[in-house]
């Protein structure tokens, strides 16, 4: 077996795709295959179905979660006054690792600090830290974004 260029895929929104029925996620991997740069495409519906195994009706359906779920929209195409495949764009959901820390297990994003007295000198010390682990993660949040960005444009 030999490893081939346009045989591999790169699928976004693992983490919120395994929420999903077998159907939908199988939809959603072929989707992807077919994006561009821009992560648009438009396969007819006779095409997904082929390549998923599944009925034209399963995939109207399954489009249609995957829509309601934020994973893509969906334009209609036509050209003098026939309608031709979809257009299908693909969006880049925000996951766990995404979350701002804020909203992560009920943290609070600021804390109230008052002066520290000679006893509260270990929870400054705390709040000190609680500071640089959230610019950390702000930081490499924003790696991740930009390396998202730069897969799709």
């Known amino acids: 077996m030999r490893y081939e260029k346009g045989n591999f895929i790169t699928v976004p929104n693992k983490s919120e795709l395994k929420k999903l029925d077998a159907h939908s996620q199988v939809l959603f991997m072929w989707l992807c295959s077919f994006t561009d740069d821009k992560g648009q495409c438009y396969p007819s519906v006779n095409r997904l179905a082929e ?16 829509i309601e779920k934020g994973f893509l929209t969906k334009t209609y195409r036509y050209s003098d006054n026939t309608q031709k495949s979809n257009l299908y764009q693909i969006h880049l959901l925000p996951s766990a690792t995404d979350t701002p820390p804020s909203a992560v297990e009920g943290k609070k994003a600021v804390q109230e600090v008052h002066p520290p007295s000679a006893s509260d000198a270990h929870r ?13 993660q702000k930081e490499n949040l924003k790696k991740f974004k930009e390396s998202l960005s730069e897969m799709f444009n």
Do not use: A, M, P
């Open 51 to 66: 390549c998923c195994g599944l009925s034209r009706k399963t995939i109207i359906d399954r489009v249609k979660v995957l």
């Open 124 to 136: 400054t010390k705390s709040i000190e830290v609680n500071i640089k682990e959230r610019k950390s």
